[in-house]
């Protein structure tokens, strides 16, 4: 359960080009179910992930996460909390390009201190979930996009994340694989994880598996649905 | 162990990123390289000469008598040692015989020395190693010489020399007295110089005094000078080689520079990446301090060992024109390894270490970005 209390996040504050992203959001998110944020570019959705996913923090407000406040905690159990509890896709995928799909995978574990060969396993455990395993050694870059999404698919949940967070995930997708991304994010459901989605793609937010629609417009929640 | 695990991982990291630009990686080892190179070849070659000097004079006399005339070395008659002798606190004085030869066929200077104890008689000589070497010379070859008043003189070589330092054996040749007066007409009543065995340190300056004051024609220098004069000429020369090196030197330093501290568009966002993936900015220094060890502990090594084997084993080929263009060591000779662990240190801590901060400077300005900067 993530609860957020009246959440406003400005960017340059006092400066000429002051911009107020967020607005006043406060609102619950239920565990095990899938969310999408929906609305136009600019109207928030994106800077409200990050807010949630403890990447960035908010101007004023409060986050709750399974009841405990985070939005004051330190940099350093800030990234502690958010390597263990959320699993992000971004929507350029962000690999790292040169390097292996497999240790593109294995990356967000690295400064954990698992042992390797375990961590290894898992990872490759991760892509076979994704029927990819037989491109783990093969570069990022020479991958198709299907393929690339899923590589991102996997390092989002390589940490075993409770909360996945989306953004715009088929933004950059054609049909086939969009229809492909939401089989993969029912799975996920089915597994019991949270999964947030920013989009607005009609394919995403009228989809089956979505349980939760919330419209965001200028940094304030328009509507619930 | 999980610190170690991370530390693991982050090489493993680090090694995958290094690979992925390789050449601009390569090009950088190996002027570094380069770099450590030049400087520690110099370093061990001037070390290891100084230490072979001091190997040398180990057991010399304190000092040495010479005879001075018109400021230049003369031949010092040796009823000179009578007066000498007198003086307290001193071993018998002794007159040593020796010159240099200029060999017109191998185009090199050698040194004769008569020794005390020459085991061979008169017509037999022993030869050095570098003399055996340039001429083709070995046990039992007759070997001419060409004696001052034009008459030809054939020595036989009964043995060639192996002592352990091959800089005094090289261009050495052993010779009976009656043979060193021969070639160079110095008749009976001369030696080219007298030594004196001092039996205490401390009363040495006033036994130099007290012989300048008997013979004023002479000059006495002791063995803590020449040690002085070894470590001035080396060091001289030495630093002529890092003066003239220099310019590469500091080429170095602004391409380390531009490469270490730039860090490129990518780079940056391959940091916000590894930010949003769950990686601290603690992670991230982390990840690169290891890229700048990795880069610069390589060619560290790779610089020192190429230095050891160009030194000791190439005999410092590549700077010897301005290193060993000394007339007495003329023939080739091989240094014994001598490695000094202060200066292999101080070259680390004057390579290495600026270097590594050198990464972990911008990329800690990067790596304090907030991470969602990904996400925008």
């Known amino acids: 359960m993530i609860e957020l209390i009246n959440i406003k996040k400005t960017f340059n504050a006092g400066r000429p080009n002051e911009f107020s992203a967020i607005n006043g959001v406060s609102l619950s998110i239920e565990a095990n179910k899938v969310t999408v944020f929906k609305g136009p570019s600019g109207s928030g959705k994106t800077t409200l992930l990050s807010i949630i996913g403890c990447m960035t923090r908010p101007t004023s407000g409060r986050i709750m996460l399974a009841d405990r406040e985070v939005t004051s905690l330190p940099e350093r159990f800030l990234t502690g909390i958010r390597r263990k509890t959320f699993g992000f896709i971004f929507q350029q995928f962000n690999l790292i390009k040169g390097i292996t799909a497999l240790e593109n995978v294995m990356l967000p574990a690295y400064p954990m201190g698992e042992a390797y060969y375990p961590l290894k396993k898992r990872a490759l455990e991760t892509l076979d979930m994704f029927n990819i395993s037989n491109k783990a050694l093969s570069k990022v870059e020479w991958l198709s996009g299907g393929e690339t999404q899923r590589i991102a698919i996997a390092r989002a949940l390589i940490n075993i994340p409770s909360v996945i967070i989306a953004d715009e995930p088929t933004a950059h997708l054609d049909t086939k694989l969009s229809h492909e991304f939401m089989d993969i994010i029912s799975m996920l459901k089915g597994e019991g994880k949270t999964i947030l989605i920013a989009s607005h793609d009609p394919l995403v937010y009228e989809s089956d598996v979505v349980d939760r629609i919330i419209n965001i417009r200028d940094g304030m929640v328009a509507e619930w649905v | ?376």
Not at chain 2, 39 to 45: A, K, N, P, Y
Not at chain 2, 308 to 322: G, K, N, R, W
Not at chain 2, 354 to 367: D, G, L
């Open chain 2, 1 to 376: 162990m999980s610190y170690i695990d991370k530390h693991r991982n982050l090489i493993d990291f680090t090694l995958s990123s290094l690979l992925r630009r390789k050449g601009k990686n390569i090009a950088l080892i190996l002027v570094y390289t380069l770099v450590v190179f030049i400087l520690s070849s110099v370093m061990f070659f001037t070390h290891a000469i100084k230490k072979e000097a001091s190997i040398i004079l180990k057991d010399a006399p304190e000092m040495v008598v010479q005879r001075v005339v018109a400021g230049r070395h003369d031949l010092i008659p040796i009823r000179y040692i009578e007066k000498i002798k007198g003086i307290r606190g001193i071993g018998l004085p002794n007159a040593r015989l020796w010159g240099y030869y200029f060999d017109p066929i191998a185009g090199a200077n050698y040194t004769l020395i008569v020794p005390d104890d020459f085991q061979y008689g008169q017509g037999d000589i022993a030869i050095g190693k570098g003399i055996s070497r340039s001429r083709l010379a070995y046990e039992g070859d007759i070997m001419p010489f060409m004696a001052y008043d034009g008459a030809l003189i054939n020595l036989r070589i009964r043995n060639v020399l192996s002592p352990e330092s091959e800089l005094v054996s090289s261009d050495l040749i052993l010779i009976s007295e009656n043979d060193f007066r021969r070639i160079f007409g110095i008749s009976k009543e001369y030696a080219t110089d007298l030594t004196v065995k001092v039996r205490n340190q401390r009363e040495i300056n006033t036994i130099v005094r007290k012989i300048t004051e008997i013979y004023p024609d002479t000059r006495v220098i002791t063995k803590n000078e020449i040690l002085r004069t070894y470590d001035a000429v080396f060091n001289w020369r030495g630093g002529i080689v890092i003066v003239i090196m220099s310019g590469a030197v500091m080429a170095f330093i602004v391409f380390a520079w531009d490469k270490a501290s730039g860090l490129s568009a990518e780079e940056k966002k391959e940091i916000g990446i590894l930010k949003a993936i769950g990686w601290e900015t603690s992670d991230v220094i982390l990840m690169k301090f290891w890229e700048g060890a990795v880069v610069s502990v390589t060619s560290f090594i790779a610089g020192i060992i190429l230095a050891y084997f160009h030194v000791f084993f190439a005999s410092s080929s590549l700077f010897e024109p301005v290193l060993k263009g000394w007339s007495v060591l003329y023939p080739e000779f091989k240094l014994t390894p001598f490695i000094d662990p202060y200066q292999v240190s101080t070259l680390f801590f004057l390579t290495v270490v600026p270097y590594t901060v050198a990464t972990i400077i911008p990329s800690w300005r990067a790596a304090t970005i907030d991470p969602d900067s990904v996400m925008r």
